[in-house]
């Protein structure tokens, strides 16, 4: 088992940042592809970011792309989201997960989750 928890969410005016934070525990080693995803009020849960075991693979929705950035500290089995430049657009409960599969982007795809933690941008 492995178990996720995130932290970092909060209220942001649009054009500001904010950092989210996952910390895992458990048999993290079984853990490949780190994934952040968000879900709306009203409408699915979205893939928004993801990375390999190393951190030298990243990859991104197109909608946050040059506006997030995803990083991980292996030493503290954390994975992070900077987000950057918020918009309203933006507000969600946001998830990380974990895969043991490579490069993936699909929910379906990620066997651990988060409890999930509030992100709102007022405009």
């Known amino acids: 088992q492995v178990q996720l928890v995130e932290s970092g969410g909060g209220l942001v005016q649009a054009g500001g940042s904010l950092r989210l934070s996952c910390a895992a525990s458990?048999?993290?080693?079984?853990?490949?592809?780190m994934g952040w995803f968000r879900q709306a009020p009203g409408k699915e849960r979205e893939f928004v970011a993801g990375?390999?075991?190393?951190?030298?693979?990243?990859y991104y929705v197109d909608s946050v792309k040059g506006r997030f950035t995803i990083s991980k500290d292996n030493a503290k089995n954390t994975v992070y989201l900077q987000m950057n430049s918020l918009k309203p657009e933006d507000t969600a409960v946001y998830y990380c997960?974990?895969?043991?599969?490579?490069?993936?982007?699909?929910?379906?795809?990620?066997?651990?989750w988060g409890q999930g933690t509030q992100v709102t941008v007022s405009s």
């Open positions: 997960a974990a895969s043991g599969k490579v490069g993936v982007r699909r929910g379906n795809d990620f066997d651990y």
């Open positions: 458990g048999r993290t080693a079984s853990t490949y592809t």
């Open positions: 990375i390999n075991w190393s951190g030298r693979t990243t």
